[in-house]
């Protein structure tokens, strides 16, 4: 008998709730109210699906997973965090935005005092910054994997319409979260500038200055990390060459 694994066990029981909720529907088409067996598996990213294009059937790979855990939490609107329904996001269910507009959520909120408005804000854009530098270094070793992969295409034997194909979408799927989470990522300095504005006019405080380099930081971070459009490298031979 194979036994779920801990990780399995805890998303099971997330999506029972969640299904109890009428989050998500498709839940109660099992036989006797069970979780459909689909539902319940370790590679949980079915957002991604949300942002374009195809899936691969292929299974992932370490770091292409990792791509994805630590995709999310930038794409994922920053007070969306820790709320209820943040599972129902990541697996698809609901948008990684339901709260709305950034600046709007922050200044719309009701807040213990204006300094906890602006340390909410340098929480966020400290967050991000946290984020982002493992997000693309792991993202650049995905990329230049998958230049090898396509240069491999070439060179492996009798391979099948639907192993190629699926070769191709996983290439496409994993330039596809890069490529949102950079946007993501500028449209967020966007409105955190645009937010700290409305804060400097409406409660002014010494703050603002953290907050303005805080902001400052992460842009400098995006501006570090770019990926053009594959392929490739320099360099980059097939998987075979780099053995």
């Known amino acids: 008998m194979i036994f779920p694994t801990a990780r399995a066990l805890r998303r099971a029981l997330t999506l029972g709730a969640l299904c109890c909720l009428g989050v998500l529907p498709d839940c109660a088409n099992g036989d006797f109210g069970q979780i459909k067996p689909s539902l319940v598996r370790e590679d949980v990213h079915d957002w991604v699906g949300g942002i374009g294009g195809p899936i691969s059937g292929f299974q992932l790979t370490d770091d292409e997973r990792?791509?994805?855990d630590l995709a999310f939490p930038l794409m994922?609107?920053?007070?969306?965090?820790?709320?209820p329904y943040s599972i129902?996001?990541?697996?698809?269910?609901?948008?990684a935005n339901v709260s709305g507009?950034?600046?709007?959520?922050?200044?719309s909120t009701r807040f213990r005092s204006p300094e906890a408005r602006y340390?909410?804000?340098?929480?966020?854009?400290?967050?991000?910054?946290?984020?982002?530098?493992?997000?693309?270094?792991?993202?650049?070793?995905?990329?230049?994997?998958d230049r090898k992969r396509e240069r491999s295409l070439q060179y492996v034997p009798g391979l099948s319409i639907v192993e190629r194909d699926n070769?191709?979408?996983r290439m496409r799927e994993n330039y596809t979260v890069v490529r949102a989470v950079q946007d993501s990522l500028r449209h967020r300095v966007?409105?955190?500038?645009?937010?700290l504005g409305r804060l400097v006019i409406a409660t002014p405080s010494p703050r603002a200055v953290d907050a303005e380099r805080a902001?400052?930081?992460l842009r400098a971070i995006l501006e570090r990390y770019r990926f053009g459009a594959p392929p490739a490298r320099r360099g980059a031979g097939s998987l075979a060459e780099a053995r």
Do not use: C, K, W
């Open 88 to 95: 129902a996001q990541e697996y698809g269910a609901l948008p």
């Open 119 to 145: 340390a909410q804000l340098i929480d966020d854009v400290r967050n991000d910054s946290t984020r982002a530098p493992a997000f693309f270094e792991n993202a650049a070793r995905v990329i230049d994997m």
């Open 66 to 68: 990792q791509l994805r």
């Open 190 to 195: 966007h409105d955190y500038h645009f937010a």
């Open 76 to 83: 994922q609107q920053p007070l969306d965090r820790q709320q």
């Open 215 to 217: 902001i400052n930081e």
């Open 167 to 169: 070769a191709i979408t």
């Open 101 to 107: 507009p950034y600046p709007f959520v922050l200044l």
